[in-house]
């Protein structure tokens, strides 16, 4: 399966932008880039996902890299609710019933 | 829209005790996944279901077993608990065969092995 890496935590302030990375560089042509984050005491919602194009929603904007070796994840204007970790994890067509979750990243943001 | 439920969502057992815990989705998901998740990690895939009647094992299966007799239910199977079992437990569901689904997930079982 291939695999992700994401920093262990980063931090923000409130009202401001976030990014965060993600790198995936044994990723394949039919994987789709899926984001999730989990608050506290509670299980994953998904975030946002994409193939090669960036997509925004009204949670978040993805921006993939065009060689889809990497995404970021942009939160525009984080606020203290947006405090959680997030995962970014791929999923195949093929052996898409596998999914496999990395550590994520602990968004800390700061008043 | 009950959407993913898990059953029971606390539960202490003592060494060697057995127990199920019940994943229902109301979705008509075809693909469901039992997660686990120890303080402080990510989410480790113990086993999944394509469909009903089928099961495959994800990275730590050992020590459970599960079942897909309806298409809404998923069960997890812990036979003979131990205190390395002792986790918050997440199921999830998927509507879609494809790439593209979102993954719904329940509110969790917390279980203590004592």
């Known amino acids: 399966d291939a695999k992700t890496t994401q920093p262990n935590s980063m931090e923000s302030n409130e009202e401001e932008p976030v990014h965060l990375p993600c790198n995936h560089s044994t990723i394949s042509g039919t994987d789709y880039i899926h984001w999730y984050r989990q608050l506290p005491s509670q299980g994953p919602e998904y975030v946002i996902h994409g193939l090669t194009s960036n997509v925004n929603n009204r949670m978040a904007s993805l921006a993939i890299a065009e060689d889809r070796k990497s995404s970021t994840l942009i939160l525009h204007r984080a606020t203290l609710r947006d405090a959680a970790v997030y995962y970014c994890i791929l999923r195949d067509e093929t052996s898409g019933s596998r999914l496999t979750f990395g550590e994520g990243t602990q968004l800390t943001v700061n008043p | 829209n009950a959407g993913v439920t898990q059953t029971p969502k606390f539960r202490v057992l003592k060494t060697g005790q057995s127990m199920t815990l019940l994943c229902a989705q109301d979705m008509n998901h075809e693909y469901m996944y039992w997660y686990r998740q120890d303080p402080g990690m990510g989410l480790r895939l113990i086993h999944y279901s394509v469909g009903e009647g089928t099961t495959a094992k994800g990275e730590v299966p050992d020590g459970y077993n599960v079942s897909r007799l309806k298409k809404q239910n998923f069960l997890l199977g812990l036979e003979s608990a131990a205190p390395s079992q002792t986790s918050v437990y997440f199921c999830?569901?998927?509507?879609?065969?494809?790439?593209?689904?979102?993954?719904?997930f329940g509110e969790g079982s917390r279980l203590t092995v004592l």
């Open positions: 999830a569901s998927t509507p879609v065969r494809g790439s593209t689904g979102e993954l719904f």
